[in-house]
C-alpha cells in the first residue's frame, strides 16, 4: 500500500485506476475501478462543476423516496447501539461547530470552563438552553466565535441585530434617560 504498511496475503486487494494505490478490496465499490475515497472526491468535483444539474437529480431523488427516507434514517437509528449513537451525536456536533463557528469541541469546552458554565451575559445557572447547553454567539460580519450564551440571551442579541448602538439605547431606555431617536 502507499503507506507503507503491508496487508496479508489473504486479503484481496485491486489498485485503484485513478490514485494507482494498491488496496483491499474493502475500499472499493463492487465493480468499481476507483477506491472510495478517490469515487467519493470525483463526486464533488461533479457536483460543484454541475450544480443545476445536481440539485434536479437531488429533486429527483427526494420526490420518488419522501416515504422511505425518514422510515430509513429512523430505522437505521433503532438498529444503532447506544454508544454508536453517542459517538454519531458527537461527530454530527463536532461538525456543525467546525462548519458554521470554525471552532472544534475543545474550544467549546474551554469556552465553557471560562464561563463557568454559565450564560456570558445573564449568568443565570439555570438558563442554560432548551437540552440543557449554551449555544455559540458569533459575530455575523466577521464569522468568529464571541463566546457561549443561554437562548434567551441569544435571541435578545439577534434581535438587537448585534449593534452597540442598539444596545446603547436599550441601556438608556432602562436607565430612565432620553433614547435619541
Not at 437509528?77 to 462548519?99: C, E, G, I, Q
Not at 438587537?160 to 441601556?171: F, H, K, P, T, Y
Request: charged fraction near 30%.
Amino acid at each position: 500500500m502507499a503507506d507503507g504498511t503491508l496487508l496479508p496475503e489473504s486479503v484481496p486487494v485491486k489498485r485503484c485506476k485513478r490514485c494507482g494505490e494498491t488496496k483491499p478490496k474493502g475500499q472499493f465499490h463492487p465493480k468499481s475501478a476507483r477506491c472510495k475515497p478517490c469515487h467519493g472526491r470525483e463526486v464533488v468535483e461533479w457536483q460543484r462543476a454541475n450544480p443545476d444539474k445536481y440539485k434536479a437529480k437531488q429533486a429527483r431523488w427526494h420526490e420518488k423516496n419522501k416515504g422511505k427516507r425518514k422510515q430509513y434514517a429512523q430505522g437505521a437509528w433503532d438498529r444503532m447501539s447506544p454508544l454508536a449513537r453517542l459517538n454519531r451525536s458527537r461527530r454530527s456536533r463536532d461538525r456543525n461547530l467546525a462548519v458554521k463557528y470554525g471552532i472544534t469541541a475543545a474550544d467549546w469546552d474551554r469556552m465553557y470552563s471560562a464561563q463557568g458554565g454559565v450564560c456570558a451575559l445573564c449568568r443565570d445557572p439555570k438558563r442554560t438552553g432548551r437540552f440543557n447547553t449554551l449555544v455559540v454567539d458569533h459575530c455575523h460580519a466577521t464569522g468568529r466565535a464571541r463566546g457561549l450564551l443561554c437562548a434567551g440571551c441569544n435571541v435578545a442579541l439577534g434581535r438587537l441585530g448585534d449593534s452597540a448602538e442598539s444596545i446603547e439605547r436599550v441601556l438608556a431606555y432602562l436607565r430612565g434617560g432620553q433614547v435619541k431617536v
